[in-house]
């Protein structure tokens, strides 16, 4: 009996583990996207409202979830008047603090690109470096969607075929 | 007529030499009341000030809290002004040093401030009005921002209460509210006198509208007038003043309208277009006399339509401020 209970326990992790993978690519194009959407949101804001970095990132953690809604939160408040930061060096930090967005490191050097630009002298000079880091991040999400269709399927066989097997290797 | 009125500055009091009368809402009120207000807004205003400046300034600049403005040039000692002269600090200013101002004034978003940094300012929290100096950047021969921003003077904002009540009696008749100009050299308290007479005009009942495009007079914040400008005091912020004048003629029927620092052409314009229209025009303009204010030529033709009955010309000096109300 000890013995069953052991293999259902192999198979049950081994599956986990398999669609933990998986889910790690499906949170990859979901943070990518969110990115993408946050960064047309700003450029939107900044080109026709002209709205204030703090307001902007303020509504811009109300509209998302998640990582990148800790992404943005981290920045606002490394901005509030205890931390006294400026948007440059509040953005930095909070890409560095930000946990679970799933980015490589060109996709974070792209975003961090933006610091320079962000709430600096026109409007128009922003709108068109958040116009170029989306434009880089949705090149990079059509990359992650062909990945996660065809690896997240593969991982999640894999965990549970591979959790089969060693069950009954070892039964 | 003259009204002589000497400004105690090292205790920011006020004392009215012919009427020492203070009014807060349009109510007599006592004369500590009076000082403890004014206290309470330019201790708020040189806070705000002092919180734009790297943290490695603040502690200096703190200890001079009558400061009226605080000048920082990169590569110059930074500089405080008092009511009896510049104070120049041991310290030199540095580029980053006015990149931070500029980060902490506009909130790291110098894009909703690119109208005024046009113009060459930027209105901080208070109201206090940040001073720019750099190279121009150009486009299609007209200037669209400022870069290598060189120098920035801070001017810290005051409110004075029942300043202007000597001088209403002056500028109203039996109709109410004249039209006045109010002039002075640069610095010499005209945004300070307008907004009391604002506010002295209003708490009597008479509806204003004030055209406040660089966010000076009332100083709006969160829908707030940050400045006490009556109790009818209706106000457009941070609008094009010839189209603010005509949006307020159009919808809030005022009898006053007030605008701040009255320069070219178009301001004369957009004046002249109110002409006729019922209202009184409350303004104020660079000046030190009436002789002198007779030199721009921008303003003459604004002068010889006859809107403005009367001028009060500020006379700054070092015993205070006087003010002379003269017809026109």
Redesign the interface.
């Known amino acids: 009996m000890l013995k069953y209970i052991g293999a259902i326990t192999v198979v049950f992790c081994c599956a986990l583990m398999g669609i933990k993978a998986a889910g790690e690519y499906r949170a990859r194009t979901r943070c990518l996207r969110g990115l993408i959407g946050a960064l047309e949101l700003m450029r939107e804001e900044i080109s026709c409202m002209l709205t204030p970095m703090p307001e902007l990132l303020e509504i811009i953690c109300k509209q998302y979830t998640g990582p990148v809604a800790n992404l943005f939160k981290i920045c606002l408040e490394s901005m509030s008047k205890d931390y006294g930061k400026g948007f440059s060096e509040a953005w930095n930090t909070a890409l560095s603090l930000s946990q679970g967005l799933h980015l490589y490191t060109d996709e974070t050097e792209t975003l961090r690109a933006l610091a320079p630009h962000l709430g600096r002298y026109d409007g128009d000079g922003q709108a068109k470096a958040l116009s170029r880091a989306a434009c880089y991040l949705s090149t990079k999400l059509d990359t992650a969607e062909r990945e996660k269709s065809s690896n997240s399927r593969i991982c999640t066989a894999i965990g549970v075929g591979g959790g089969i097997m060693l069950a009954i290797i070892l039964i | 007529m003259c009204f002589d009125i000497s400004t105690k500055r090292a205790d920011e009091a006020v004392i009215f030499a012919d009427m020492p009368s203070y009014y807060l809402f349009g109510q007599e009120i006592t004369e500590s009341e009076s000082n403890e207000r004014i206290m309470l807004k330019e201790t708020d205003n040189f806070i705000h000030a002092v919180e734009l400046l790297p ?1 490695r300034l603040r502690s200096r600049v703190s200890d001079y809290k009558h400061a009226e403005e605080i000048r920082i040039r990169t590569g110059r000692k930074v500089s405080i002004v008092l009511p009896d002269g510049e104070k120049r600090l041991s310290e030199n200013a540095l580029p980053s040093d006015i ?2 101002i500029l ?2 004034a ?7 401030s ?1 109208e005024s ?1 046009k113009n060459g300012y930027i209105t901080a929290d208070g109201g206090n009005r940040i001073g720019l100096c750099g190279s121009a950047i150009i486009k299609n021969g007209v200037v ?2 400022l ?1 290598n921003i060189s120098s920035v003077c801070i001017r810290i904002a005051k409110e004075v209460y029942g300043i202007s009540e000597p001088l209403i009696p002056e500028l109203t008749d039996e109709y109410g509210p004249l039209s006045v100009l109010i002039i002075s050299s640069p610095g010499g308290g005209k945004t300070t006198l307008l907004r009391d007479l604002t506010r002295a005009v209003s708490d009597r009942g008479y509806t204003v509208a004030i055209a406040d495009e660089r966010s000076e007079i009332a100083a709006m914040k969160d829908a707030y007038a940050q400045f006490d400008v009556g109790s009818t005091t209706d106000i457009m912020d941070s609008c094009p003043r010839s189209e603010a004048i005509a949006f307020m003629l159009r919808a809030m029927s005022p009898r006053v309208i007030v605008m701040d620092e009255l320069y070219g052409e178009d301001d004369c314009n957009a004046l002249i277009s109110a002409i006729g229209c019922g209202a009184s025009v409350f303004a104020t303009a660079h000046a030190s006399d009436k002789n002198d204010l007779l030199l721009r030529k921008s303003l003459v033709p604004l002068l010889q339509t006859g809107i403005f009955r009367k001028i009060v010309c500020i006379k700054k000096e070092k015993s205070g401020r006087s003010y002379q109300v003269e017809s026109l």
């Open positions: 943290p990149n931070y980060d902490s506009t909130k790291s978003s110098m894009h909703s690119s940094l669209s921002g870069r």
